[in-house]
């Protein structure tokens, strides 16, 4: 059976008498000699070791993950001695309503997709962005141009750790959710109705005003 000294800077096999490296030059004195058998047993308890205690060094010139005493790089012979071991994390996506990833999948974010449909059926507005200004001169109007109930400037839509708000803005005729005035920041839940500029009287819903239903 063969003998060797492994190098323990590149790992390179050496005569089983050899003084240094014949790779690197590293000082083999005080390395002992092994064979197959023991090489195949250290390895073993090696990766047992790894399963338990899965540190490693990250090259920073390739990327390449070598084991944690490892001081020169395997792949590109790097100098790695001095980078701290740390435990290698694989990226995992948890699960949500809706999940939006980067195309160079490091970006996440996980939001509660809301929607706003108009009772005509003539508009969805996806609330897209956490702060959202509701208006005949701001989002929707073109839509809310003939609501003269609805103020220029009339309501804002919060998104606030993945719950739905809405605020009047001192708009003249309010808002309303679920034919409720309201007088401060309101938190929505799907299914709600959201007026503005108009409530609901004896069923009926006023045309010059606007509502939506929270999807």
């Given at each position: 059976m063969s003998k060797f000294k492994i190098c323990p800077e590149c790992g390179t096999k050496n005569p089983p008498n050899a003084i240094e490296c014949?790779?690197?030059d590293w000082d083999l004195m005080s390395v002992p000699v092994t064979d197959e058998q023991q090489e195949t047993a250290k390895k073993?308890?090696?990766e047992t070791i790894s399963d338990k205690n899965p540190l490693v060094r990250v090259c920073s010139e390739c990327g390449t993950k070598n084991p944690p005493n490892a001081r020169k790089c395997s792949n590109c012979g790097e100098d790695i001695s001095d980078i701290i071991p740390t435990i290698p994390t694989t990226p995992t996506i948890k699960s949500a309503l809706v999940t939006q990833i980067s195309p160079n999948l490091?970006?996440?974010?996980?939001t509660e997709e809301?929607?706003?449909?108009?009772?005509?059926?003539?508009?969805?507005?996806?609330?897209?962005r956490d702060n959202i200004i509701f208006g005949r001169e701001h989002e929707l109007k073109d839509y809310l141009a003939a609501k003269v109930f609805v103020s220029r400037r009339h309501c804002q839509f919060t998104l606030e750790n993945g719950e739905l708000f809405v605020e009047d803005l001192n708009s003249a005729n309010s808002t309303y959710v679920n034919n409720k005035k309201i007088a401060r920041k309101?938190?929505?839940s799907r299914g709600d109705e959201v007026g503005l500029?108009?409530?609901?009287?004896?069923?009926?819903?006023?045309d010059k005003a606007a509502y939506f239903l929270v999807g």
């Amino acid at each position: 059976m063969s003998k060797f000294k492994i190098c323990p800077e590149c790992g390179t096999k050496n005569p089983p008498n050899a003084i240094e490296c014949e790779h690197c030059d590293w000082d083999l004195m005080s390395v002992p000699v092994t064979d197959e058998q023991q090489e195949t047993a250290k390895k073993a308890l090696e990766e047992t070791i790894s399963d338990k205690n899965p540190l490693v060094r990250v090259c920073s010139e390739c990327g390449t993950k070598n084991p944690p005493n490892a001081r020169k790089c395997s792949n590109c012979g790097e100098d790695i001695s001095d980078i701290i071991p740390t435990i290698p994390t694989t990226p995992t996506i948890k699960s949500a309503l809706v999940t939006q990833i980067s195309p160079n999948l490091e970006h996440v974010v996980k939001t509660e997709e809301f929607v706003l449909k108009s009772l005509d059926d003539k508009i969805t507005f996806k609330i897209d962005r956490d702060n959202i200004i509701f208006g005949r001169e701001h989002e929707l109007k073109d839509y809310l141009a003939a609501k003269v109930f609805v103020s220029r400037r009339h309501c804002q839509f919060t998104l606030e750790n993945g719950e739905l708000f809405v605020e009047d803005l001192n708009s003249a005729n309010s808002t309303y959710v679920n034919n409720k005035k309201i007088a401060r920041k309101t938190k929505l839940s799907r299914g709600d109705e959201v007026g503005l500029g108009g409530a609901v009287f004896n069923g009926s819903r006023q045309d010059k005003a606007a509502y939506f239903l929270v999807g």
